[in-house]
C-alpha cells in the first residue's frame, strides 16, 4: 500500500506521473513507479532531477522474472500500480504467440528485474517447441 506521506511527482513538461518523492528524516528520497528508491537521501531538488532523469522509458524494457522455472522467463511491463504489478511473457509483438501474466505484489519483487547481457534471449519460433 502506498504510504500517505509519498509524495507524487509529475513530469513538468507533460504533467505524466513518474514517481514518488518520500520524506527520510530531514531529506527526500526519489521512488519509481515500482516502489523502489532511486536515491538515498537527498535535498528535494535532487529527488526531483533524479525522477525526471528517469522518466517513463525503462517502462518499454525488456524485464526478466525470475523463480519460474531453471531459466528466467523474458517478461513486459503490462500494468503498474501502487496495488499491483502485472508482467507477461514477451511476445515479441507477434499477435498470435500465446503469452503467460504474472501478477506481483508492489512494490515489485527483486525478481522482476531489468535484462542482463548474460540472460537467455528467450526467442523461440512459436509451435516449433
Known amino acids: 500500500m502506498l504510504p500517505a506521506s509519498w509524495i507524487p511527482h509529475r513530469r513538468p513538461e507533460d504533467r505524466d506521473h513518474i514517481g514518488w518523492i518520500r520524506p527520510d528524516g530531514d531529506a527526500w528520497v526519489a521512488v519509481s513507479l515500482l516502489g523502489h528508491d532511486l536515491t538515498g537521501p537527498v535535498d528535494w531538488l535532487d ?23 531453471p531459466d528466467p522467463v523474458r517478461v513486459r511491463l503490462v ?16 499477435i498470435d504467440a500465446p503469452v503467460v501474466r504474472h501478477e506481483l505484489p ?24
Do not use: K, Y
Open 106 to 129: 508492489w512494490p515489485a519483487p527483486a525478481r522482476l528485474r531489468p535484462r542482463r547481457a548474460s540472460d537467455p534471449d528467450g526467442r523461440i519460433a512459436f509451435g516449433s517447441a
Open 79 to 94: 500494468e503498474v500500480t501502487p496495488e499491483r504489478v502485472v508482467v507477461q511473457t514477451d511476445d515479441f509483438g507477434a
Open 47 to 69: 529527488a526531483e532531477e533524479a525522477l525526471d532523469g528517469t522518466g517513463l522509458s525503462w517502462l518499454a524494457d525488456v524485464w526478466m522474472l525470475d523463480g519460474e522455472g
